[in-house]
């Protein structure tokens, strides 16, 4: 994934912080990565949604009889007007990938060293961008096009138009304040979790809330500052919704989670030991190969905290290796390929357009995790690989045995970036519940870790003994980034959704995992998702391409059906 974050320091250990580039006063800058935000991208939406509908195809019939009623500029003023808007755009988003790219350089390739002048760089970068998407030529054209143009083309206005309002709402002092922040935050978050204090990192988070409210009031004064916030990473979904999909988890997984606590199973873990680095890399290549992933459009690096970056042109990935759980580098490599899908499935032709542009995190997240969870973590999927994982690692072992392995459930583990499937959505609901209140006011920033370790106690019945395994874990806040953490868990819930709705297009999809043919479930995604880029709001998209509205059912179905056949579990 990849999260909004103002510093352009490096050297950090968090894809948040480290080489994110941004615009400052969009606050949206995305990276794809597995444990935590990561690479930039910037992605429109507009701010007042016009419809919930996919909007139809460019008809030029539609669009003489809107100039006659707007009786302002004739069809061929628009079209020059758009041409240049577009070209204004193009540009807007090609700076945005170079910035991307410096990023992935910072934190791929990029000596220590590099630091200062990389930081000038991506800080220059970034104020030009901002330039380009509050400047009055574009709010000028905006206006001109708005309700002049249709299709497609009523897509690109709606998406800029909701990226320069939230931009030139943001006075740059703001800007600027948040960024300095944000850079400063990062080294005192780091020393505070090295010597597990959050005293240390107290006054630093309360600055950091403050601005963040003054930025959510700045860009609605009128409205919950925590949704807001969100919609920096999920435009589209109402926080109603996206709260309602949270309790409902908050509700419905402690059940499963304590079953399986209870539950007698024990399940296998064929892979203990130790395993050179070498023999996993070339493991998780061929995981790349088996699922079809581009090499002359991709590669693989690695990186501390794994990301994915790019184009339609250029999607990257990295993972990472530990020697005792080769299972870690290989579900963060397949985890990052569903990213890194995504983005070479958006459209060729429209690159530099919102079209050819990712719509959102929440979106960006279900393809992650449906090839994470829903093949690399199916019986098939280790019925196909497990030759594979002999080979490579040296040893003997069996289908079930490595299925088993990868869905074992830790109903003790802190850490989020550890979790399994299940037990991951709680982490978020902790996380979403202090997010929300801190930046409501209702929580003060010196009750947090309190709270952190009552509720930790309270949804998963362990309690960090102290602030490094507890509040102090991840960097998000630290990169005065709030409102991220809910996409993730939406993400998991769309991946259900959408894989429960291809096999419904296409049958059921087994045979075709262990047969090694993906390519029926990627025509699927591409035909149905990837192609479409920003082209519909988030909700109209889901369902189009699943028939309803987001709903955590299919994720849960898929859960308990799961689980409750690997822990042997009633009903
Ligand atoms: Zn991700």
Known sequence: MWSPSFTTTTGADDPATAGTNH???????????????????????????????????????????????????????????????????????????????????????????????????????SAVQHDMLTDGDLAAMLDDLEGAVEGERAAIVREMRRSHERAARVPDDLVERLTEASAN?????????????????????????????????AIDPDRDPYAVLVEDYEPYIPLSDIEATLERLREELPPLIDAIGDSDV????????????????????????????????????????????????????????????????????????????YTLGLPDNEYGTPLGSDRDMTIHESQSRLWENHVGRSLPFWRLFTPAVEDHLGVETEPRALYEAANRVY????????????????????RWEIERDLIRGDLAVSEVPAVWNDRMEEYLGVRPENDAEGCLQDTHWAGASFGYFPTYSLGSMLAAQLFAAAERDLGPLDDDIENGAFDPLSEWLTENIHQHGCRYTTPALVESATGEGLTADYFLDYAREKYGRLYDLEN
């Open 411 to 430: 109903d003790d583990n802190l850490i989020r970036v550890e979790a399994d499937e299940l037990t991951y959505h709680l982490h978020i609901v902790l």
């Open 185 to 217: 935050a990062h080294p005192v978050w780091k020393q505070a979790k090295a010597d597990a204090d959050f005293g240390q990192f107290e006054e630093t988070l309360r600055e950091i809330v403050d601005l963040r409210r003054e930025y959510a009031e």
């Open 23 to 125: 615009v400052p006063a969009m606050g949206v800058t995305h990276q794809y990565h597995r444990v935590s935000p990561g690479v930039s991208r910037i992605h429109n939406g507009s701010l007042t949604p016009s419809s919930e509908e996919p909007v139809a195809h460019t008809g030029t019939s539609g669009l003489i009889v809107l100039v006659v009623l707007s009786g302002c500029m004739s069809s061929q003023q628009v079209d020059n007007t758009y041409e240049r808007f577009l070209d204004h755009v193009k540009q807007y988003h090609y700076l945005s990938g170079a910035s991307m790219m410096l990023g992935w350089d910072q934190r791929v390739t990029m000596p220590e060293g590099g630091t200062p002048a990389r930081a000038k760089q991506a800080s220059a970068l």
């Open 266 to 341: 024990e399940l296998a873990n064929p892979l203990e030991g130790t395993y050179d680095q070498d023999d996993q890399e070339s493991l998780v290549r061929e995981a790349l190969d088996t699922l079809g992933y581009d090499w002359d459009r991709g590669r693989l690096d690695t990186a501390a905290h794994p990301f994915s970056v790019g184009t339609q042109f250029d999607a990257r990935v990295t993972t990472r290796f530990s020697p005792d759980d080769p299972l870690d580098a290989l579900g963060s490599t397949i985890h990052e390929f569903g990213h890194a899908s």
